[in-house]
Nanobody, 117 residues
Framework: EGQLVESGGGLVQPGGSLRLSCATS????????MTWVRQAPGKGLEWVSG????????YSADSVKGRFTISRDDTKNALYLQMSSLKSEDTALYYC??????????WGQGTQVTVSS
């Protein structure tokens, strides 16, 4: 079973930036499709962004497109999410997760992002 540990969350003012990291182990990261998912207070899970293995094709939800950038470093088995122009509606618990066969696999414990003045 894979291990995923998110970090980098915190409190930031609207318009600010944060970079989330996800350290992984215990599975073949370089060949895994990876995603970021979030859950805002009182709401369901929302897929945020994903990145494929091999050609590292990235794609994002419309709500974050142009503001968030997903990336990966296969030499470090790490996943990242660079977030800029943050809005209050981005406040959520952010998880990294593997994606396989049209479902999420392993998850981390999440890192809290709070956007507030």
């Amino acid at each position: 079973e894979g291990q995923l540990v998110e970090s980098g969350g915190g409190l930031v003012q609207p318009g600010g930036s944060l970079r989330l990291s996800c350290a992984t182990s215990g599975f073949a990261f370089s060949t895994s499709h990876m995603t970021w998912v979030r859950q805002a207070p009182g709401k369901g899970l929302e897929w945020v962004s994903g990145i494929t293995p091999d050609y590292k094709i990235a794609y994002s939800a419309d709500s974050v497109k142009g503001r968030f950038t997903i990336s990966r470093d296969d030499t470090k088995n790490a996943l990242y999410l660079q977030m800029s122009s943050l809005k209050s509606e981005d406040t959520a618990l952010y998880y990294c997760a593997t994606w396989s066969r049209n479902s999420y696999g392993d998850w981390g414990q999440g890192t809290q992002v709070t956007v507030s003045s």
